[in-house]
C-alpha cells in the first residue's frame, strides 16, 4: 500500500533551527510536497523536490532522497509564526498525492 | 488577487439535513478538488473534476455528491450529514499539468453535525 509517515508533534525554541522528516512508499514517483497549515486554516505550498538534493527557499529547505524514500523540511531561524502542521505528500505514478498526517510544530519562546 | 473562495466558512446543520458547500475560483485552473479533513488527520480526497471530468475516489460514501457547472464553481453535496461527516472541507485547484502540480486551497469549510 501506499504510505506516507512524519512524527506527530515536535517543540523547538524561536530562533533555533528544526528538520521535520518525512519517509514515503508510493507506486511510482513523481515528486514531494511540504504544504504548511496553521490551525484552522487551509494548507498552503512551501515546496516541490522531484530530484534528489537540497532546495532552499529562504528559511526553508527542503531535501529529497528517492533511493530512500525520504524528505525533510529544515526550518531556520524560528519564528512564533512558524507555529503550525507541516504536511508531507507524495505524488504517485497516477499524479495522486498521498497525504501525511502532518507534523504539529509547536515554537516556545 | 487570484483566488479560490469557499462558502460558508462555518456551517451548523442538524443529522440528516441536506448541506451544500460552494467554491469558486479565479485562477482558471482546469482541475477542482474537493478534500475532506479531520483533526490532525490528512486531508482525505473526495472527488476532483479535470475540467468536466468527474473523478470519484474509490471509498468516497454515496452521501456525498458534487457539481461543477463551469469553470469557476464547484460544488459539494452532503445528503444525510451524520455525526461523523463533521470536518473541515477544503476545496483546492490546480493546473493539472504533471509534475509541479501545486494545490492552490480555499479557506476551508468548517461542517458542525448536531
Known amino acids: 500500500g501506499q504510505n506516507i509517515d512524519q512524527p506527530t508533534e515536535m517543540t523547538a525554541t524561536e530562533g533555533a533551527i528544526v528538520q521535520i522528516n518525512c519517509t514515503y512508499q508510493?507506486?511510482?514517483?513523481?515528486?514531494l510536497f511540504w504544504y504548511q497549515q496553521h490551525a484552522g486554516e487551509a494548507p498552503t505550498f512551501l515546496s516541490y523536490n522531484v530530484l534528489d538534493g537540497l532546495e532552499e527557499k529562504g528559511r526553508f529547505s527542503s531535501f529529497l532522497s528517492r533511493s530512500k524514500g525520504y524528505s525533510y523540511l529544515l526550518l531556520k531561524e524560528l519564528q512564533m509564526k512558524d507555529s503550525a502542521s507541516y504536511l508531507c505528500?507524495?505524488?504517485?505514478?497516477?499524479?495522486?498525492?498521498?497525504w501525511g498526517a502532518g507534523t504539529k510544530l509547536i515554537i516556545k519562546p | 488577487d487570484a483566488m479560490v473562495i469557499q462558502n460558508p466558512r462555518y456551517q451548523v446543520t442538524q443529522f440528516g439535513k441536506p448541506v451544500t458547500l460552494s467554491c469558486s475560483q479565479t485562477l482558471n485552473h482546469n482541475v477542482m478538488y474537493w478534500y475532506q479533513q479531520k483533526s490532525s488527520q490528512a486531508p482525505k480526497l473526495l472527488f476532483h473534476y479535470y475540467d468536466k471530468d468527474f473523478n470519484n475516489e474509490a471509498d468516497t460514501p454515496d452521501n456525498f455528491q458534487s457539481r461543477r457547472p463551469n469553470t469557476s464553481f464547484c460544488f459539494l453535496d452532503i445528503r444525510s450529514p451524520g455525526l461523523g461527516d463533521a470536518a473541515m472541507y477544503l476545496c483546492?485547484?490546480?493546473?493539472?499539468?504533471?509534475?509541479?502540480?501545486?494545490?492552490?486551497f480555499g479557506a476551508g469549510s468548517r461542517l458542525t453535525v448536531l
Open positions: 508510493t507506486s511510482g514517483f513523481n515528486g
Open positions: 483546492a485547484t490546480s493546473t493539472g499539468a504533471s509534475g509541479a502540480n501545486v494545490l492552490t
Open positions: 505528500a507524495a505524488m504517485d505514478s497516477n499524479y495522486q498525492l498521498i
